[in-house]
Protein backbone atom coordinates (compact mmCIF):
# COMPACT_ATOMS: atom_id res chain seq x y z
CA UNK A 1 0.00 0.00 0.00
CA UNK A 2 1.28 3.39 -0.92
CA UNK A 3 1.97 5.42 2.22
CA UNK A 4 -0.68 8.03 1.03
CA UNK A 5 -3.06 5.23 1.40
CA UNK A 6 -2.28 4.47 4.32
CA UNK A 7 -2.28 7.76 6.03
CA UNK A 8 -5.28 8.05 4.82
CA UNK A 9 -6.69 4.81 5.88
CA UNK A 10 -5.43 5.40 9.25
CA UNK A 11 -7.26 9.03 9.47
CA UNK A 12 -10.61 7.92 8.70
CA UNK A 13 -10.04 4.96 11.00
CA UNK A 14 -9.30 7.32 14.13
CA UNK A 15 -11.92 9.68 12.98
CA UNK A 16 -14.79 7.00 13.32
CA UNK A 17 -13.27 5.68 16.16
CA UNK A 18 -13.62 8.74 17.86
CA UNK A 19 -16.75 9.45 16.10
CA UNK A 20 -17.91 6.05 18.01
CA UNK A 21 -16.43 7.27 21.42
CA UNK A 22 -18.26 11.21 21.55
CA UNK A 23 -21.12 11.42 19.43
CA UNK A 24 -21.75 15.27 19.87
CA UNK A 25 -25.44 15.79 20.41
CA UNK A 26 -27.43 17.65 17.71
CA UNK A 27 -30.84 18.42 17.82
CA UNK A 28 -32.70 20.66 14.59
CA UNK A 29 -35.91 21.72 16.66
CA UNK A 30 -39.09 22.69 14.76
CA UNK A 31 -41.33 25.10 17.33
CA UNK A 32 -44.03 27.54 16.96
CA UNK A 33 -42.62 29.88 20.09
CA UNK A 34 -41.89 33.32 17.75
CA UNK A 35 -43.84 36.10 19.83
CA UNK A 36 -41.41 37.97 22.68
CA UNK A 37 -42.14 35.94 26.03
CA UNK A 38 -41.91 32.21 23.21
CA UNK A 39 -38.72 32.94 21.99
CA UNK A 40 -37.58 34.19 25.75
CA UNK A 41 -38.71 31.08 26.76
CA UNK A 42 -37.83 28.59 24.25
CA UNK A 43 -34.23 30.53 24.55
CA UNK A 44 -33.72 28.61 27.60
CA UNK A 45 -33.64 25.16 26.47
CA UNK A 46 -31.33 26.41 23.52
CA UNK A 47 -28.72 27.83 26.52
CA UNK A 48 -29.22 24.32 28.55
CA UNK A 49 -28.53 22.45 25.45
CA UNK A 50 -25.47 24.09 24.52
CA UNK A 51 -23.96 24.44 27.58
CA UNK A 52 -24.05 20.69 27.60
CA UNK A 53 -22.63 20.09 24.64
CA UNK A 54 -25.35 20.10 22.28
CA UNK A 55 -25.64 22.26 18.78
CA UNK A 56 -28.83 23.59 18.48
CA UNK A 57 -30.41 24.27 14.44
CA UNK A 58 -33.50 26.10 15.36
CA UNK A 59 -36.58 25.55 13.07
CA UNK A 60 -39.40 28.20 13.92
CA UNK A 61 -42.18 28.03 12.16
CA UNK A 62 -44.34 31.27 12.69
CA UNK A 63 -47.68 31.33 13.87
CA UNK A 64 -49.91 31.45 16.98
CA UNK A 65 -51.51 27.84 17.49
CA UNK A 66 -48.98 25.86 15.62
CA UNK A 67 -51.34 25.58 12.35
CA UNK A 68 -47.83 26.16 10.15
CA UNK A 69 -45.76 24.52 11.94
CA UNK A 70 -47.96 20.90 11.97
CA UNK A 71 -47.76 21.90 7.93
CA UNK A 72 -44.47 21.97 8.11
CA UNK A 73 -43.59 19.10 9.65
CA UNK A 74 -45.69 16.59 7.81
CA UNK A 75 -44.15 17.81 4.95
CA UNK A 76 -40.43 17.38 6.25
CA UNK A 77 -41.34 13.79 7.39
CA UNK A 78 -43.32 13.07 4.08
CA UNK A 79 -39.95 14.30 2.16
CA UNK A 80 -37.87 11.92 4.80
CA UNK A 81 -36.30 13.96 6.81
CA UNK A 82 -38.25 14.56 10.00
CA UNK A 83 -36.55 16.89 12.08
CA UNK A 84 -34.79 15.98 15.50
CA UNK A 85 -37.26 17.13 18.07
CA UNK A 86 -40.65 18.51 17.33
CA UNK A 87 -43.08 20.48 19.68
CA UNK A 88 -46.48 18.79 19.21
CA UNK A 89 -48.98 17.70 21.94
CA UNK A 90 -52.03 16.22 23.15
CA UNK A 91 -53.75 14.02 20.30
CA UNK A 92 -51.22 14.94 17.63
CA UNK A 93 -48.77 13.01 19.58
CA UNK A 94 -50.75 9.73 19.22
CA UNK A 95 -51.68 10.45 15.54
CA UNK A 96 -47.60 10.49 14.65
CA UNK A 97 -47.26 7.71 16.74
CA UNK A 98 -49.90 5.49 14.96
CA UNK A 99 -47.79 6.42 11.80
CA UNK A 100 -44.69 4.82 13.17
CA UNK A 101 -42.91 8.40 13.15
CA UNK A 102 -42.42 9.06 16.94
CA UNK A 103 -38.73 7.69 18.74
CA UNK A 104 -39.14 5.98 22.12
CA UNK A 105 -37.20 8.30 24.92
CA UNK A 106 -38.58 5.60 27.84
CA UNK A 107 -34.85 4.90 28.91
CA UNK A 108 -34.46 8.78 29.63
CA UNK A 109 -38.03 8.83 31.62
CA UNK A 110 -37.56 5.97 33.18
CA UNK A 111 -33.92 6.88 34.49
CA UNK A 112 -35.13 10.36 35.49
CA UNK A 113 -38.66 8.86 37.28
CA UNK A 114 -41.00 10.62 35.26
CA UNK A 115 -43.37 8.46 36.54
CA UNK A 116 -43.02 10.12 39.92
CA UNK A 117 -42.64 13.87 38.96
CA UNK A 118 -45.21 14.11 36.71
CA UNK A 119 -49.23 14.29 37.51
CA UNK A 120 -51.19 11.48 36.18
CA UNK A 121 -52.81 13.72 34.03
CA UNK A 122 -49.65 14.65 32.39
CA UNK A 123 -48.03 11.72 32.14
CA UNK A 124 -50.88 9.80 30.12
CA UNK A 125 -50.69 12.58 27.37
CA UNK A 126 -47.00 11.47 26.81
CA UNK A 127 -47.11 8.02 26.62
CA UNK A 128 -47.98 6.12 23.71
CA UNK A 129 -49.28 2.36 24.44
CA UNK A 130 -47.09 1.53 27.16
CA UNK A 131 -43.79 3.44 26.05
CA UNK A 132 -42.98 7.41 26.54
CA UNK A 133 -42.70 9.06 23.22
CA UNK A 134 -42.83 12.96 24.35
CA UNK A 135 -41.65 14.94 26.92
CA UNK A 136 -43.96 17.81 28.71
CA UNK A 137 -42.99 21.61 29.55
CA UNK A 138 -45.26 22.70 31.47
CA UNK A 139 -49.09 23.36 32.12
CA UNK A 140 -51.02 26.12 30.45
CA UNK A 141 -54.39 27.14 31.44
CA UNK A 142 -56.51 28.48 28.85
CA UNK A 143 -59.79 30.15 30.92
CA UNK A 144 -57.97 32.98 31.60
CA UNK A 145 -59.33 36.43 31.39
CA UNK A 146 -56.29 39.16 30.92
CA UNK A 147 -56.85 43.51 31.79
CA UNK A 148 -54.95 46.27 31.83
CA UNK A 149 -55.13 47.61 35.59
CA UNK A 150 -55.30 51.13 34.98
CA UNK A 151 -57.98 51.21 32.02
CA UNK A 152 -60.13 48.91 34.57
CA UNK A 153 -59.10 51.75 37.79
CA UNK A 154 -59.95 54.74 35.71
CA UNK A 155 -63.35 53.48 34.40
CA UNK A 156 -64.06 52.03 37.78
CA UNK A 157 -64.15 48.85 37.01
CA UNK A 158 -63.17 45.67 38.95
CA UNK A 159 -61.83 42.04 37.66
CA UNK A 160 -65.04 40.52 36.72
CA UNK A 161 -66.77 37.38 38.14
CA UNK A 162 -70.21 36.98 36.15
CA UNK A 163 -70.65 36.89 32.27
CA UNK A 164 -72.96 39.96 33.46
CA UNK A 165 -70.51 41.66 35.35
CA UNK A 166 -67.71 41.14 31.95
CA UNK A 167 -70.83 42.77 29.77
CA UNK A 168 -71.13 45.36 31.49
CA UNK A 169 -67.50 46.07 32.00
CA UNK A 170 -67.26 46.04 28.33
CA UNK A 171 -70.19 48.06 27.43
CA UNK A 172 -68.72 50.55 30.01
CA UNK A 173 -65.05 50.73 28.30
CA UNK A 174 -66.90 51.09 24.61
CA UNK A 175 -69.02 53.76 26.02
CA UNK A 176 -65.23 55.74 27.29
CA UNK A 177 -63.89 55.25 23.80
CA UNK A 178 -61.77 52.09 25.06
CA UNK A 179 -62.19 48.48 22.95
CA UNK A 180 -63.43 46.39 25.21
CA UNK A 181 -61.37 43.07 24.14
CA UNK A 182 -58.26 42.13 22.01
CA UNK A 183 -59.04 39.80 19.96
CA UNK A 184 -57.16 37.96 17.20
CA UNK A 185 -59.34 36.93 14.26
CA UNK A 186 -57.79 33.41 13.47
CA UNK A 187 -59.57 30.37 14.06
CA UNK A 188 -57.70 29.03 16.79
CA UNK A 189 -57.78 32.28 18.75
CA UNK A 190 -61.78 31.73 18.15
CA UNK A 191 -61.59 28.35 19.21
CA UNK A 192 -59.47 29.06 22.41
CA UNK A 193 -62.68 32.15 23.11
CA UNK A 194 -64.88 29.82 22.85
CA UNK A 195 -63.93 26.54 24.47
CA UNK A 196 -62.98 29.40 27.53
CA UNK A 197 -66.85 30.25 26.94
CA UNK A 198 -67.95 27.20 27.13
CA UNK A 199 -66.46 25.92 30.25
CA UNK A 200 -67.35 29.65 31.90
CA UNK A 201 -71.31 29.46 30.83
CA UNK A 202 -71.50 26.06 30.50
CA UNK A 203 -69.14 24.32 33.45
CA UNK A 204 -66.84 21.73 33.82
CA UNK A 205 -69.41 18.15 33.47
CA UNK A 206 -70.97 20.24 29.98
CA UNK A 207 -67.53 20.82 28.86
CA UNK A 208 -66.56 17.10 28.81
CA UNK A 209 -69.78 16.37 27.38
CA UNK A 210 -69.80 18.44 24.33
CA UNK A 211 -66.10 19.12 23.63
CA UNK A 212 -64.94 15.90 24.61
CA UNK A 213 -66.97 13.17 24.47
CA UNK A 214 -68.92 15.44 21.70
CA UNK A 215 -72.32 13.95 22.66
CA UNK A 216 -74.36 15.09 20.46
CA UNK A 217 -77.83 15.95 22.84
CA UNK A 218 -75.00 18.44 24.37
CA UNK A 219 -74.06 19.77 21.54
CA UNK A 220 -77.39 20.83 20.32
CA UNK A 221 -78.51 21.98 23.82
CA UNK A 222 -79.69 24.97 25.14
CA UNK A 223 -76.32 25.34 26.77
CA UNK A 224 -74.62 25.40 24.10
CA UNK A 225 -76.98 28.12 22.31
CA UNK A 226 -76.17 30.04 25.32
CA UNK A 227 -72.72 29.63 24.83
CA UNK A 228 -73.04 30.52 21.12
CA UNK A 229 -75.22 33.80 22.46
CA UNK A 230 -72.29 34.64 24.63
CA UNK A 231 -69.35 34.62 21.39
CA UNK A 232 -72.33 36.43 19.53
CA UNK A 233 -72.05 39.17 22.57
CA UNK A 234 -68.15 38.99 22.18
CA UNK A 235 -68.22 39.60 18.69
CA UNK A 236 -69.96 42.95 19.53
CA UNK A 237 -66.67 44.48 22.15
CA UNK A 238 -64.14 43.97 19.43
CA UNK A 239 -62.81 46.47 17.33
CA UNK A 240 -62.93 46.52 13.34
CA UNK A 241 -59.59 45.55 12.59
CA UNK A 242 -59.43 42.24 14.24
CA UNK A 243 -59.22 39.79 11.55
CA UNK A 244 -55.98 37.83 11.09
CA UNK A 245 -54.70 39.70 13.61
CA UNK A 246 -51.92 37.85 15.98
CA UNK A 247 -52.61 36.66 19.39
CA UNK A 248 -49.34 38.88 20.65
CA UNK A 249 -50.38 41.51 19.14
CA UNK A 250 -53.95 41.39 20.77
CA UNK A 251 -51.86 41.60 24.21
CA UNK A 252 -50.38 44.27 23.12
CA UNK A 253 -53.10 46.01 23.05
CA UNK A 254 -53.84 45.12 26.42
CA UNK A 255 -50.25 46.20 27.41
CA UNK A 256 -50.49 49.79 25.75
CA UNK A 257 -53.98 50.46 27.50
CA UNK A 258 -55.90 50.29 23.84
CA UNK A 259 -57.99 47.67 25.05
CA UNK A 260 -59.36 46.39 28.52
CA UNK A 261 -59.57 42.86 28.23
CA UNK A 262 -57.85 39.86 26.51
CA UNK A 263 -59.41 36.41 26.76
CA UNK A 264 -56.27 33.90 25.88
CA UNK A 265 -54.40 31.24 27.53
CA UNK A 266 -51.51 32.16 29.97
CA UNK A 267 -48.74 32.20 27.01
CA UNK A 268 -50.12 35.69 27.22
CA UNK A 269 -48.64 36.38 30.48
CA UNK A 270 -45.08 35.75 28.97
CA UNK A 271 -46.30 38.55 26.88
CA UNK A 272 -46.64 41.11 29.30
CA UNK A 273 -43.77 39.79 31.50
CA UNK A 274 -41.60 40.09 27.97
CA UNK A 275 -42.81 43.90 28.21
CA UNK A 276 -41.70 44.10 31.65
CA UNK A 277 -45.44 44.46 32.94
CA UNK A 278 -46.24 43.48 36.60
CA UNK A 279 -49.03 41.13 37.74
CA UNK A 280 -51.53 42.51 40.01
CA UNK A 281 -50.04 46.27 39.48
CA UNK A 282 -50.15 46.69 35.49
CA UNK A 283 -52.08 43.61 34.45
CA UNK A 284 -54.48 41.50 36.11
CA UNK A 285 -55.15 38.02 35.33
CA UNK A 286 -58.84 35.69 36.68
CA UNK A 287 -59.99 32.82 35.53
CA UNK A 288 -63.17 33.05 33.20
CA UNK A 289 -66.65 33.68 35.48
CA UNK A 290 -67.48 29.88 36.09
CA UNK A 291 -66.14 26.61 37.89
CA UNK A 292 -63.49 24.55 36.12
CA UNK A 293 -59.90 24.69 34.33
CA UNK A 294 -58.43 24.22 30.57
CA UNK A 295 -55.33 22.50 30.50
CA UNK A 296 -53.00 22.49 27.49
CA UNK A 297 -50.16 21.01 28.04
CA UNK A 298 -46.85 21.40 25.65
CA UNK A 299 -44.87 18.86 24.39
CA UNK A 300 -41.88 17.88 22.44
CA UNK A 301 -41.20 14.30 20.79
CA UNK A 302 -38.23 12.93 18.99
CA UNK A 303 -38.94 12.19 15.33
CA UNK A 304 -36.68 8.47 14.36
CA UNK A 305 -33.79 9.88 12.68
CA UNK A 306 -30.45 8.01 12.17
CA UNK A 307 -26.98 9.32 13.65
CA UNK A 308 -25.98 8.85 16.63
CA UNK A 309 -25.29 12.41 17.34
CA UNK A 310 -29.04 13.56 16.39
CA UNK A 311 -29.28 10.33 18.61
CA UNK A 312 -27.46 11.61 21.44
CA UNK A 313 -29.05 15.17 20.98
CA UNK A 314 -32.43 13.85 21.22
CA UNK A 315 -31.31 11.72 24.88
CA UNK A 316 -30.34 15.16 26.01
CA UNK A 317 -33.35 17.42 24.94
CA UNK A 318 -35.13 14.98 26.44
CA UNK A 319 -33.56 14.92 30.39
CA UNK A 320 -33.18 18.43 30.03
CA UNK A 321 -37.17 19.62 29.40
CA UNK A 322 -37.98 17.32 32.40
CA UNK A 323 -34.70 18.73 34.22
CA UNK A 324 -36.01 20.84 37.24
CA UNK A 325 -34.03 23.59 36.07
CA UNK A 326 -35.44 23.73 33.05
CA UNK A 327 -38.81 23.69 34.09
CA UNK A 328 -38.52 26.46 36.25
CA UNK A 329 -36.82 29.35 34.33
CA UNK A 330 -38.69 27.85 31.24
CA UNK A 331 -42.08 28.55 32.71
CA UNK A 332 -40.97 31.63 34.66
CA UNK A 333 -41.10 33.13 31.00
CA UNK A 334 -43.44 31.32 29.60
CA UNK A 335 -46.45 31.94 31.76
CA UNK A 336 -47.34 28.52 32.37
CA UNK A 337 -46.50 26.42 35.00
CA UNK A 338 -44.01 23.57 35.65
CA UNK A 339 -45.07 20.36 34.77
CA UNK A 340 -43.03 18.77 37.73
CA UNK A 341 -45.01 18.60 40.42
CA UNK A 342 -41.94 19.05 42.97
CA UNK A 343 -40.85 22.63 41.27
CA UNK A 344 -41.30 25.05 44.13
CA UNK A 345 -43.36 27.90 42.96
CA UNK A 346 -41.53 30.93 45.46
CA UNK A 347 -40.69 32.72 42.70
CA UNK A 348 -43.22 32.37 40.77
CA UNK A 349 -46.26 35.78 40.54
CA UNK A 350 -49.57 35.17 41.84
CA UNK A 351 -51.27 34.47 38.71
CA UNK A 352 -49.21 31.00 38.19
CA UNK A 353 -50.26 30.37 42.01
CA UNK A 354 -53.94 30.95 41.18
CA UNK A 355 -53.39 28.51 38.62
CA UNK A 356 -51.78 25.93 40.66
CA UNK A 357 -53.95 26.16 43.17
CA UNK A 358 -57.08 26.52 40.80
CA UNK A 359 -55.60 22.59 39.05
CA UNK A 360 -55.63 20.79 42.52
CA UNK A 361 -58.70 21.72 43.31
CA UNK A 362 -60.52 20.95 40.26
CA UNK A 363 -58.49 17.80 39.78
CA UNK A 364 -60.63 16.76 43.11
CA UNK A 365 -63.83 17.44 41.42
CA UNK A 366 -63.20 16.09 38.14
CA UNK A 367 -63.77 19.54 37.04
CA UNK A 368 -60.54 19.47 35.40
CA UNK A 369 -60.73 19.61 31.85
CA UNK A 370 -58.71 19.29 28.39
CA UNK A 371 -58.42 21.62 26.11
CA UNK A 372 -60.53 20.74 22.60
CA UNK A 373 -58.74 24.17 21.06
CA UNK A 374 -55.08 23.04 22.31
CA UNK A 375 -55.21 19.51 20.49
CA UNK A 376 -55.62 17.68 24.04
CA UNK A 377 -59.43 16.39 23.91
CA UNK A 378 -59.99 15.41 20.67
CA UNK A 379 -58.58 14.14 17.18
CA UNK A 380 -57.54 17.20 14.62
CA UNK A 381 -60.31 15.72 12.59
CA UNK A 382 -62.78 16.63 15.22
CA UNK A 383 -61.38 19.49 16.87
CA UNK A 384 -61.30 21.27 13.08
CA UNK A 385 -64.75 20.30 12.72
CA UNK A 386 -65.54 21.89 15.37
CA UNK A 387 -63.18 25.21 15.23
CA UNK A 388 -64.56 25.62 11.35
CA UNK A 389 -68.16 26.04 12.78
CA UNK A 390 -66.99 28.51 15.62
CA UNK A 391 -65.29 30.72 13.19
CA UNK A 392 -67.95 30.43 10.61
CA UNK A 393 -70.47 31.58 13.57
CA UNK A 394 -68.27 34.11 14.67
CA UNK A 395 -67.11 36.09 11.18
CA UNK A 396 -70.83 36.16 10.47
CA UNK A 397 -74.88 36.99 11.64
CA UNK A 398 -75.14 32.82 11.76
CA UNK A 399 -78.02 32.45 14.62
CA UNK A 400 -77.26 30.24 18.14
CA UNK A 401 -79.64 28.14 17.09
CA UNK A 402 -78.37 27.39 13.81
CA UNK A 403 -74.49 27.15 15.00
CA UNK A 404 -75.37 23.99 17.70
CA UNK A 405 -77.19 22.54 14.80
CA UNK A 406 -74.25 22.52 12.25
CA UNK A 407 -71.83 22.04 15.08
CA UNK A 408 -73.69 18.78 15.86
CA UNK A 409 -73.79 17.89 12.01
CA UNK A 410 -69.85 18.74 11.48
CA UNK A 411 -69.19 16.75 14.33
CA UNK A 412 -71.32 13.49 13.26
CA UNK A 413 -69.20 13.86 9.79
CA UNK A 414 -66.00 14.21 11.36
CA UNK A 415 -66.50 11.02 13.39
C1 LIG B 1 -50.48 27.12 22.09
C2 LIG B 1 -49.28 26.65 22.83
C3 LIG B 1 -48.74 27.73 23.68
C4 LIG B 1 -48.60 29.04 22.93
C5 LIG B 1 -49.79 29.32 22.03
C6 LIG B 1 -49.61 30.51 21.11
O1 LIG B 1 -50.99 26.10 21.29
O2 LIG B 1 -49.64 25.56 23.64
O3 LIG B 1 -47.50 27.33 24.21
O4 LIG B 1 -47.44 29.02 22.25
O5 LIG B 1 -50.13 28.22 21.27
O6 LIG B 1 -48.63 30.31 20.17
Known amino acids: MKLTKILAASVALTISATSLAKAEPQAEVLHWWTSGGEAKSVAVLQKEFNARGGTWTDMPVAGGGGDAARTALRARVLSGNAPTAVQIKGLVIQEWYEEGALADISDVANEHNWGDVLPAEVARHMKCDDIWCAAPVNIHRVDWIWANAKVLAENGISMPTTWDEFNAAAKKLQAAGVIPLAHGGQAWQEATMFEAVALGVGGPEFYQKALVELDPAALTSNTMVKVFDQMRT ?151 AITDVVTAHFNSDMSSADAVQMLAKAVANSL
Open 234 to 384: LRGFVDDNFSGRDWNLATAMVINGEAGFQIMGDWAKGEFLAANKRPGIDFLCASVPGEGFIYNVDSFAMFKVDGRDKQEGQKLLAELIVGPSFQKAFNLNKGSIPARVDVPLDDFDQCAHLSAEDMAASAKVEALVPSYAHGMAIRSVQSG
